[in-house]
Structure formats: structure tokens, C-alpha cells
């Protein structure tokens, strides 16, 4: 009969080292992930900089942020709490939770998206406009800054779709969330971004 090692943990030798790869590949993913992140923040430090820098110059349109920007946070923030829902089901083995939990942050997702391009809409309701004879900076910037951050919430989806399919699978459990974690982290992120991006477009005006 074959024989096994056991070590004190009572782990085979076998066990013992996929546990150590898995743990590698989770520092890994989690640390190029966090370099994706602050190559964002950095894209954003140096919009708002933009920002700033070209207000001073004068000729600067005061205009009201739309009332949808509004809603649109309350949005973002609540679908950060479908993650951590599906996060705890992951630790008591509770796929169904996993699967409602990243459901209802797409849902969310989706109306704050919304929301965004009815806040546009309303920008133009008010004669602030991207581009042309009628544009102006503040107008741009508002456009660009918010764009920029629907580009990238974008992503998110496609992760949130990619770790749903993943669950499905059953992917997702005490032992092993990885993905979910991921996914996690970089919605949270972008859901802190739109708060600090919308607190700045609100009072610096």
C-alpha cells in the first residue's frame, strides 16, 4: 500500500503544498490588482488636478450637478453590500447566497448606470454640453470625469458576469473564493472612487 506523510497539521505532503501554490496565486492576483487600482487612482489624481489647475484660469461655468448623480451614489454604495453578502455565503458554503449576492450588485450597477446617462442628460437640460460653440471647460470636465469612471465600472461588470458564471459552478466556498475576493475588492473601489470623484464635482465649483 501506498504510504502518505502526514505533517503535525495532519496534512499530507501533497495537501500541504496546493495550499501553499493557492496561497502564492492569491498574494499574486491581489497585488497586480492593486497595482491596476493605483494606475486608476492615479488617473484620476491627475484629472482632478486638470480640473483644478484649468478652474483658476477663469471662464469657468457654475452649473448645478444633476439630481441623478445623487441617486446614482446611493446606488453604487448599496451594491457594494450585494458583494459582502455574497462574501459571507462563501464562508458558510452557501452558493445560493453567493449567486443572489452578485445578482443584486449588477442590478444595483445597472441603475446606478443609468442614473449617469440620465445625469447627462439633465447636464444638457441645462445648456452644459461635452463639445461645440455652447461648450465649456467645466462642462468637459464633468463629462470626461464621469465618463472615464463608467469606462472602468464597465470592467467591473464583465468580472461581476465572469465570477456569477463562476458560481454557477459552485466555484465559491469556504475553501476557496479568490475571484469572488477580487471581484469584491475592485467594486468597493470604484464605489469609494465615485463618492470621492462625486463630493469633488459637488464643491468644487
Request: hydrophobic share 50%; with cysteine; proline share 0%.
Amino acid at each position: 500500500m501506498e504510504t502518505i506523510e502526514l505533517n503535525e497539521s495532519g496534512l499530507s505532503s501533497d495537501e500541504r503544498k496546493e495550499i501553499e501554490e493557492q496561497e502564492i496565486r492569491k498574494k499574486t492576483a491581489k497585488n497586480v490588482l492593486w497595482v491596476g487600482i493605483l494606475s486608476i487612482i492615479m488617473l484620476f489624481a491627475g484629472l482632478t488636478s486638470a480640473y483644478i489647475v484649468r478652474q483658476a484660469e477663469g471662464q469657468w461655468l457654475v452649473f448645478d450637478v444633476p439630481n441623478a448623480f445623487y441617486y446614482s451614489t446611493i446606488f453604487i454604495l448599496l451594491s457594494s453590500c450585494g458583494l459582502i453578502w455574497a462574501n459571507r455565503s462563501a464562508k458558510i458554503d452557501n452558493n445560493s447566497g453567493v449567486k443572489i449576492g452578485l445578482l443584486s450588485t449588477f442590478v444595483l450597477g445597472l441603475l446606478f448606470t443609468i442614473f449617469q446617462f440620465q445625469g447627462w442628460g439633465q447636464l444638457m437640460d441645462q445648456g452644459v454640453f461635452f463639445a461645440g460653440k455652447e461648450s465649456n471647460a467645466a462642462g468637459s470636465f464633468m463629462y470626461v470625469i464621469t465618463g472615464v469612471h463608467l469606462a472602468h465600472l464597465f470592467a467591473g461588470f464583465l468580472s461581476l458576469i465572469y465570477t456569477f458564471a463562476r458560481s454557477v459552478q459552485g466555484k465559491y466556498n469556504s475553501t476557496g473564493k479568490l475571484g469572488l475576493e477580487l471581484c469584491s475588492l475592485y467594486w468597493h473601489f470604484l464605489g469609494l472612487l465615485w463618492v470621492y470623484l462625486f463630493l469633488f464635482l459637488m464643491y468644487i465649483r
